[in-house]
């Protein structure tokens, strides 16, 4: 699981589609990863970590 992965999108205001598309990934997929249902492989992470100006490590 991520942790904090909603926080970090709510502090960017970026929706759910937004930061998908950043991703380069459905919203569906996203909104998986954020609930916990899906894990993200390790260079999704880093995208995420990119996209929210953390490192990977913020999310564990």
Partial sequence: M???LKHY?????LTM???AEKLGVT???YCLYE???RKA???TLVK???IFGCTVNDFT
Avoid: H, T
């Fill in 35 to 37: 609930n916990g249902k």
């Fill in 17 to 19: 589609k937004q930061v």
């Fill in 41 to 43: 492989s390790f260079d």
């Fill in 2 to 4: 991520i942790k904090n």
């Fill in 27 to 29: 919203e569906s997929c």
């Fill in 9 to 13: 999108r709510e502090s960017k205001n």
């Fill in 48 to 50: 995420l970590a990119k």
